[in-house]
């Protein structure tokens, strides 16, 4: 599938992969330029192929209860949170927010890969009296990240933003359009979601690289969140395991009854055998998902992304590891395309200096 902005992506030069069924650019001028870009300006990022989903009525609250990790009835109006939807065995069915815009009315925010299956998932499982609807292929979705980002969409649409806190939203106009601006983020950086009408998508993104927005692709957004520890659905979090191991308990209130509780207060309960730590690398050369990491020439755990991180000056990794070994300080190897590659366990995040700490915003 291809987002209403592939014709401008193919324009810019951009390089095209398949990415979660859709055509996505890669990049642009170069992952480093365009990393570079958004730690010390502004760059904007395609996200159209990411899903929307409404859920409404006077039972849409008790249902997401009861399908999220994280606790819905606490969501104020114009604030969104960051959580998991699982299966009955606790396994990540994806990682999602959640936007409050009244008593009774909400946004999910999924996963272009898992979107169908979150779909199919979500409605199994609400009341007769609440209302579906995938808002999906009517809505596009920019992320504009970086410091001067602010100031990057307000001279773009001759605006001035709301002061929005971390993880808050408002619906305002922007350029004739009733948009959803929020501020959650993938890269640890200053940043904004913008939400509006598919049809508008080509004006949009133009006006934000004339107001001073470099464009940028999968390959700089997945140097940017393993810089700040995110995890990627897929990589570091799946169906094979619940959250447990990659987030410790975080973004998951246990006090409230949720699909997959079970299995969730097991893990927290009991330990888990491996839990997702950071690698820091000896050298420059990147460990790749699937890698095997070893301690003292023993299996101690796999892979799950890997990168040499601009920010840090080094190459770096998650992966999930003995709990044992999960220590700052502990030295493991990672085997690497014939290499044995040296690495100490370090806490996460890599990267710190961004202004926007928080939740993850669980973009893929």
């Known amino acids: 599938m291809r987002t209403p902005l592939h014709d401008e992506h193919v324009r810019l030069g951009a390089r095209i992969v398949p990415f979660a069924g859709w055509d996505m650019p890669v990049q642009y001028a170069g992952i480093l330029a365009e990393h570079e870009a958004t730690r010390t300006g502004c760059a904007v990022f395609d996200t159209c192929h990411m899903g929307e989903f409404e859920v409404s009525g006077p039972t849409a609250e ?18 969104c949170r960051y959580g998991y939807l699982l299966r009955d065995d606790g396994g990540v069915l994806d990682d999602l927010t959640c936007y409050r815009f009244g008593p009774d009315r909400f946004w999910l925010i999924v996963n ?56 808050r ?20 950086e200053w940043g904004y979601e913008i939400y509006f009408p598919a049809v508008r998508a080509t004006d949009f993104w133009r006006r934000l690289l004339e107001s001073g927005a470099a464009p ?15 995890p990627l659905y897929g990589h570091e979090l799946g169906t094979d395991r619940t959250p447990v191991p990659a987030a410790r308990g975080a973004f998951i209130d246990v006090t409230k009854r949720f699909i997959g509780w079970a299995a969730v207060v097991r893990d927290i309960e009991e330990s888990c055998p491996r839990y997702l730590a950071g690698l820091r690398l000896d050298s420059r050369r990147a460990a790749r998902a699937g890698d095997a990491v070893k301690a003292d020439g023993a299996d101690a755990g796999v892979v799950t992304s890997g990168s040499y991180a601009p920010s840090v000056g080094a190459a770096v990794a998650m992966a999930y590891i003995d709990a044992k070994l999960t220590r700052p300080g502990a030295r493991v190897t990672v085997e690497s395309r014939g290499a044995s590659l040296g690495a100490e366990v370090v806490s996460l995040p890599f990267w710190t200096q961004g202004t926007a700490r928080g939740a993850p915003a669980g973009a893929s």
């Open 62 to 79: 008790a249902d997401l209860e009861r399908l999220l990790t994280q606790r819905v009835g606490t969501i104020r109006e114009g604030q």
């Open 216 to 230: 940028a692709g999968l390959g700089a957004r997945d140097t940017l969140r393993l810089e700040v520890g995110y």
């Open 112 to 167: 272009a890969g898992t979107r169908p299956g979150d779909a199919d998932w979500v409605r199994a499982h609400l009341s007769p009296a609440t209302t579906f609807r995938d808002l999906s292929d009517a809505t596009a979705k920019l992320d504009v990240q970086g410091p001067v980002s602010r100031a990057v969409v307000e001279r773009a649409f001759e605006t001035r933003l709301p002061d929005l806190g971390y993880f």
């Open 169 to 188: 939203f408002a619906t305002l106009p922007l350029a004739g359009e009733s948009c959803v601006v929020s501020r959650t983020g993938y890269t640890g």
